[in-house]
């Protein structure tokens, strides 16, 4: 029925009970007859999407990586193929082999004579593709902005500074409207994970009403992963138990917390991938991979979204070939991105020293919630599934009772005021509003998903809900 890639990057779901299978989870979904599993259920909480080839949902699985999914008269099977990735770990890359691959691999994405779209943050990966791009004249750079003025945050200043040196086209788009995309949102990615990428819909519908239907857009997804980040990996020199690999493999914030779920689970997914990979308790180079693997789930929207928009997607960094060699060339290159850093300043388009003058404040969310504020979460419905104090808290967060947290958050990046806002945190007033709405986003896909259920259940037709 289909077979998975070495990363997972185009999700899959199936339901082992019913036999459908998808890349929409929703299409796979037995309304009616569904049951929440412990394990993924938590897993969900903490990761924030889906997890360990679980889904929050008893019956219905996700595909691994390098796997083939089969359907016969006694039901669905599971082939594991051998894993490609593990074979590059003995060999060693050099700088020249990543930029002829990444060359190569960047404009064999952009064959044809269309306008190409891409992203541009301004950042290493946006960057690197942009100056690799042979055409630029075919090349439509398009930002946000994530502070308060878009203009001035960092992702625009350092974007509108290279298509300066390059001569690109470059466009800054307005954000701010993305909670009104909820409901799409959820018809396109479901319960496999939150809600947190509704701003990159808004972000392509924008770019759609200034380039033609069907252009390509060149993404740089997961190049930070390959090409040298891996600060959080290292962070823990031996997993020793879950909670060790926990702390190296999820999401700082963006998710809830299974503490507050009414199911108990062992975190027995965890625990799996230890035992079947016990070279992650001690090696960084296959824990990246891994969290790359394990986010997937998530990062895939990056493509996803521009697709379902009209737009033909390609992230080039998703390529073995290329996403390998950035990650075994050796460790004085990869530290704090040197090899990219030399290579930019001899392009005359080294962005960071002297660092341009920016805001670096990301107040996005906090301009989302202001904008189009969102809809309590139904209590009541949900404490079938996580305790109700805390699904109140959220609220109230979320709500105009979050703004003195907000406040304190904008407080502590004033110069003079730091001191007194560290003060004030080691009393025990925290900033609460990112937390909420993390939360939030996390668990509105299980109440839409549970709304639906319910209208199964009384007979009637299920409806998307309304942001």
């Not at 962005?351 to 003058?357: G, N, Q």
């Amino acid at each position: 029925m289909y077979e998975s890639d070495w990363l997972a990057s185009h999700p899959f779901f199936y339901n082992v009970r019913t036999g459908r299978a998808s890349h929409n989870i929703n299409d796979v979904i037995d309304l009616a007859n569904l049951e929440f599993d412990p394990e993924g259920f938590n897993d969900y909480l903490d990761f924030g999407f889906s997890v360990f080839e679980r889904t929050p949902l008893r019956d219905v699985r996700m595909l691994r990586y390098s796997s083939r999914l089969f359907s016969g008269p006694d039901g669905l099977r599971v082939e594991y193929l051998e894993d490609p990735a593990w074979e590059w770990l003995e060999r060693r890359s050099t700088v020249d082999e990543v930029l002829q691959v990444a060359s190569a691999k960047i404009n064999g994405c952009a064959t044809g004579d269309g306008e190409i779209v891409v992203p541009t943050s301004g950042g290493f990966d946006s960057r690197l593709i942009n100056v690799l791009l042979a055409d630029r004249r075919r090349i439509r750079a398009f930002s946000y902005g994530v502070s308060d003025d878009p203009a001035r945050s960092v992702e625009a200043v350092k974007a509108a500074e290279l298509a300066r040196r390059l001569g690109l086209r470059w466009e800054l788009v307005p954000l701010g409207s993305f909670h009104t995309y909820l409901g799409e949102w959820d018809a396109l990615f479901g319960v496999s994970t939150h809600a947190h990428g509704m701003y990159q819909i808004e972000f392509y519908r924008r770019i759609h009403e200034r380039v033609p239907a069907g252009s390509l857009v060149l993404s740089g997804a997961c190049g930070d992963r390959f090409a040298g980040v891996d600060r959080v990996v290292r962070s823990i020199a031996t997993l020793r138990e879950p909670a060790d690999a926990y702390t190296v493999f999820r999401f700082p914030s963006m998710r809830a917390d299974s503490r507050y779920s009414t199911f108990r689970s062992k975190k027995l997914g965890m625990l799996r991938l230890l035992e079947t990979t016990p070279r992650l308790r001690t090696e960084v180079l296959p824990r990246v991979f891994t969290v790359s693997r394990l986010r997937m789930v998530l990062l895939s929207y990056l493509l996803s979204v521009p697709d379902s928009i009209g737009f033909s997607s390609r992230g080039p960094y998703l390529d073995i070939d290329l996403a390998m060699r950035m990650l075994t060339l050796p460790a004085e290159q990869r530290n704090d991105r040197r090899w990219q850093r030399e290579f930019f300043a001899r392009q005359h388009v080294d962005l960071e020293s002297p660092p341009l003058h920016a805001d670096n404040r990301n107040t996005l969310n906090f301009q989302g919630m202001r904008r189009v504020p969102l809809k309590q979460l139904d209590v009541a419905l949900l404490r079938e599934v996580v305790r109700p104090d805390y699904v109140r808290w959220i609220n109230r967060n979320v709500g105009h009772l979050g703004l003195p947290s907000e406040a304190i958050w904008r407080l502590a990046h004033v110069r003079g005021l730091r001191r007194g806002v560290k003060a004030l945190k080691r009393t025990g007033i925290r900033q609460r509003r990112l937390l909420a709405y993390n939360a939030y986003l996390t668990l509105k896909p299980i109440e839409s998903l549970m709304l639906r259920r319910d209208c199964a259940r009384r007979g009637e037709a299920p409806a998307s809900p309304p942001p």
